[in-house]
């Protein structure tokens, strides 16, 4: 997982169609019927989820590649990869930001 | 806080239980920001959200929707706690101390339908009197700032609940020794608490907590002694874990008889039913009915209730209930004549000090 100048994980490259990405080990989680509330192991602040992003999150319980999970959500709404896959991407890029999402392997190198 | 706020916020933490029944509330609905005050004080923003989406609290969409904003703020507060407790608990068991996770982030876990329906204010860890000091030391280490005086040095350790440590972020760890303060706290047979292991998973680290008898009566002494009024989430506890039927009622109170609290039981049975409106659970309501307290328990009681509740008055009362001769000689000793730092931050002189402290003792054998 690359690490950015501040010393937190960095996003970019996470969320590349190729990487497999996990919840990050140590993430502590909240759920509601409407959202869940993620607070990585090292992270200052709590992310909370809501509607799509709820679906990303729930898709990486295990390890699993982002063009999968893209190619699950777009089966899961009737829409087309294409259509969804922007969206999963940068969720991914955000939660790999929040340290609550952690990269296995990633597509970037 | 209104009689409005108040009864809408009962209902808010009987929502969901078994026989919780009402009659109609005393007049208009209590302004929506005061309900959500009180419901966040409570620890209860999780069945405030899941009242008003089944109806039972009335709310238009912007109140509902500032409501689960609300009540993610306090989750994310949940896990920032969930997360100091679980690092404490990595700390102690790295230094080889023996100890057990309390109270919010294991109820939540073990009683309630979902965690999220509880939240919960500090982070409470339980360690051996021996362990007392150096588990403060571990804690202030980190950053954290030891609050509460001692009369002497070791009392902390070996008559009183414990301390609290409060972090840089303003997060704090309760350090206990025992389960309750004054007389109750003294009578428990604190090592015995060591003796029942159980492991609740947080973050994928195991955190021993205490086993199911214990973990009920420490959610009855927390209710029946812990706050003034009580905290209706302290009572839901009570409710909740008799609910789940972790553990049978021979064995609570058998245990509570050991621990001479079994007026605490009582008490703790009896005011979650009435506050929450739910019938007393059907495997103690017998007993709860006939029990009468013998006089000395039925006196520690009293002094642990306002008005007459109150640290010096707790301390005073502890002589009820404090095994061994020895012991209340060396506790009343330690009171009386504590070290001249702290008698000047009080009385400033042993004779004032003597005569606050044999009025004290009158009020508490009365």
Known sequence: MPVGDDGRPDPRGAGEHDSTVVHAPGVLVRRTPWSVVALGPDAPEAVVLRDGAVEVWDAFATPARVADVAARVATARGATVAAVSGEVVEAVRRLVGAGVLHVVTDGAR | ?366
């Open chain 2, 1 to 366: 806080m209104s009689a409005s706020a108040a009864w809408f916020a009962r209902v808010v933490a009987a929502h969901g239980l078994p026989g919780a029944g009402r009659a109609r509330a005393p007049g208009a609905a209590p302004a929506f920001a005061e309900l959500l005050a009180v419901a966040t004080r409570e620890g209860m923003t999780g069945l405030l959200c899941r009242a008003i989406d089944a109806g039972a609290v009335e709310a238009d969409g912007a109140q509902r929707e500032r409501a689960r904003r609300v009540h993610e703020d306090a989750l994310a507060r949940d896990l920032r706690l969930e997360r100091l407790a679980v690092r404490t608990s990595t700390l102690l068991a790295a230094e080889g101390v023996a100890h057990r996770v309390l109270k919010g982030p294991v109820v939540a876990r073990v009683a309630y339908e979902a965690p999220d329906l509880r939240s919960f204010r500090d982070v409470d860890v339980l360690v051996g009197r021996d362990a007392f000091e150096r588990a403060v030391r571990l804690l202030t280490a980190e950053g954290g700032t030891r609050r509460f005086g001692e009369p002497r040095a070791g009392f902390a350790a070996r008559y009183t609940k414990g301390v609290c440590v409060e972090g840089v972020d303003g997060c704090q760890v309760d350090v206990h020794v025992t389960l309750a303060p004054g007389p109750f706290g003294l009578a428990i047979p604190v090592e015995e608490l060591f003796g029942s292991p159980d492991t609740i998973r947080v973050g994928g680290v195991a955190v021993p907590v205490l086993g199911p008898v214990h973990r009920f009566l420490h959610a009855c002494y927390h209710a029946a002694l812990g706050d003034d009024p009580p905290r209706l989430a302290s009572l839901r506890d009570v409710v909740e874990l008799v609910r789940r039927g972790e553990s049978h009622a021979d064995a609570v109170l058998a245990t509570a008889r050991r621990w001479r609290g079994r007026a605490v039981v009582q008490r703790a049975l009896r005011l979650s039913a009435a506050t929450l409106g739910v019938p007393v659970p059907e495997a103690y309501d017998e007993w709860v009915q006939r029990y009468r307290p013998a006089p000395l328990e039925a006196a520690a009681l009293r002094s642990s209730l306002p008005p007459a509740a109150g640290y010096a008055r707790q301390a005073a009362a502890g002589l009820l209930l404090l095994p061994g001769a020895r012991a209340r000689l060396h506790y009343a000793a330690s009171l009386l004549f504590p070290g001249r730092e702290y008698l000047a931050d009080r009385e400033g002189s042993y004779l004032r000090r003597a005569r606050r402290a044999l009025g004290l003792a009158r009020g508490s054998a009365r």
